[in-house]
């Protein structure tokens, strides 16, 4: 029979309604594997080959600064006798002639300073205590920052106005200025607490060393904190916290389990960033001569010490520098590269 054109009738076919076969259902699936947050953030993270690079860096100078010193055959304290102001890979007199007598004599690799003392075991003792004090005072600041801005986003009202003022008032203070004074209080009275018998530890570290992770857990974890404000301020309306609160759930536990749980991915890359800050901070304060006592190194106190010969020995001057640079550099660049993979709002 003849189909009327003007009729809004479907031709049907049987076969339009067989099963689809196997490659038709293959070819109508769309959709991705289904990953979870860490493991998206890091395939995306290995796509980026400069954080890459940069984690590399890192890694090979982490090895540099922790490892190798266990094998190296000169100390940081070791002052030999004619050997001073040598340039990279030169013996000293004395040396030649162990030389000559047959005796191995490991090469001072970057010289020597003007005291003998080897500068390669130097440079690494340096970068040891200034990824210390990077990697510390960033947990220290994580600790503190992440607390203080969750509580005072969490409880809001009264609380948040009289603790955000609190912060405001620590920004607008001279970081330098206090950090100057605040390194001259804790240093004196470290010292005296380092004589006692129940905290002779501190003399391991240093009275200088610790003031340092003073200083940075006091006035640092501003930033921190307003970030995590910013996060938990968006999260604590979410229906996980209502449900959480329903079921009878602490106001520390909903803070710990449900809020920073949910920012981690922002505490990382905040954290990571505030590292090669703390580097370049304790680097400026050893270099004006405030930060790690003699005889430990810092890179910044190297620096220093090579002001004075930087005419006659510029290796001395540019070997911490560019070492503090590429460390500052690799960290930037590596923290950058974690908050574009671990970023939502970034997807490719």
């Known amino acids: 029979m003849k189909k009327n054109p003007l009729s809004f009738q479907l031709k049907l076919d049987p076969e339009d309604f067989l099963p689809a076969t196997k490659n038709e259902q293959e070819q109508l699936v769309v959709m991705r594997e289904s990953v979870s947050f860490w493991k998206d953030g890091m395939r995306r993270f290995r796509k980026n080959k400069v954080a890459m690079v940069s984690l590399i860096v890192i890694v090979i100078i982490m090895i540099f600064a922790f490892i190798v010193p266990s094998f190296y055959p000169y100390t940081y304290r070791d002052q030999i006798r004619g050997s001073e102001n040598l340039a990279p890979m030169e013996y000293s007199e004395q040396e030649l002639a162990r030389i000559e007598a047959g005796e191995s004599v490991f090469p001072h690799i970057c010289g020597t300073d003007k005291l003998g003392r080897d500068y390669a075991i130097r440079l690494m003792l340096g970068a040891r205590i200034s990824l210390l004090v990077g990697l510390v005072a ?9 607390i203080y801005g969750s509580i005072s986003a969490f409880f809001g009202g009264w609380v948040d106005m009289i603790m955000m003022r609190i912060t405001d008032i620590i920004y607008t203070i001279p970081d330098i200025l206090l950090i100057i004074l605040i390194s001259f209080a804790l240093k004196d009275n470290l010292q005296a607490l380092a004589a006692t018998p129940a905290f002779k530890w501190l003399n391991t570290l240093g009275p200088n060393l610790v003031s340092i992770f003073i200083v940075f857990a006091l006035l640092y974890w501003v930033s921190m904190a307003r970030i995590v404000r910013s996060q ?37 890359v905040t954290t990571t960033l505030q590292i090669p800050s703390s580097i370049f901070t ?31 020995y510029p290796y001395l001057l540019f070997l911490p520098a560019i070492l503090i640079s590429v460390i500052i550099l690799s960290f930037n660049l590596l923290g950058d590269g974690l908050r574009d993979a671990f970023d939502p709002k970034l997807k490719d």
């Open 138 to 146: 960033s947990f220290l600041i994580l600790i503190i920052g992440s």
């Open 232 to 268: 938990v301020l968006a999260l604590k309306e979410a229906e996980y916290v209502t449900a959480a609160r329903a079921l009878g759930a602490s106001n520390g536990r909903i803070i710990k389990k449900h809020l920073l749980t949910n920012c981690i991915g922002t505490l990382i």
């Open 282 to 312: 304790e680097s400026f304060m050893s270099f004006l001569g405030i930060g790690v006592a003699v005889p430990l190194p810092s890179l910044g106190s190297l620096a220093t010490d090579a002001l004075n010969g930087m005419n006659t």
